[in-house]
């Protein structure tokens, strides 16, 4: 049973630094925003209109990514303590 207690914990940690990465990703998000605001200010439109649609966008893939992974990671976590069960 070790081993699988192991092995659960390791997808916990990693669970643990998914959460880390999507809290970086909403931060750059953010980061994005302000810079966007600053070159609209500025009236450079043209970058503020790749940083507002294009860097968002993939912001928001890698966020949607990161949630999948979360998901799988959540179920493996409870295929460990299924298979603790079963054992």
């Given at each position: 049973m070790s081993a699988l207690?192991?092995?659960?914990?390791a997808a916990h940690a990693t669970r643990d630094g998914l959460d880390?990465?999507?809290a970086a990703?909403?931060?750059l998000d953010k980061q994005t925003e302000e810079l966007a605001g600053q070159?609209?200010?500025?009236?450079?439109e043209g970058s503020a209109?790749?940083?507002a649609?294009?860097?968002s966008q993939r912001l928001a893939g890698v966020r949607e990514m990161?949630?999948?992974a979360q998901q799988a990671l959540d179920d493996f976590v409870a295929d460990c303590e299924q298979a603790k069960g079963t054992g």
């Open positions: 207690d192991d092995l659960q914990s880390s990465s999507a990703v909403a931060d070159f609209a200010a500025l009236g450079n209109q790749v940083l649609q294009g860097a990161l949630a999948n």
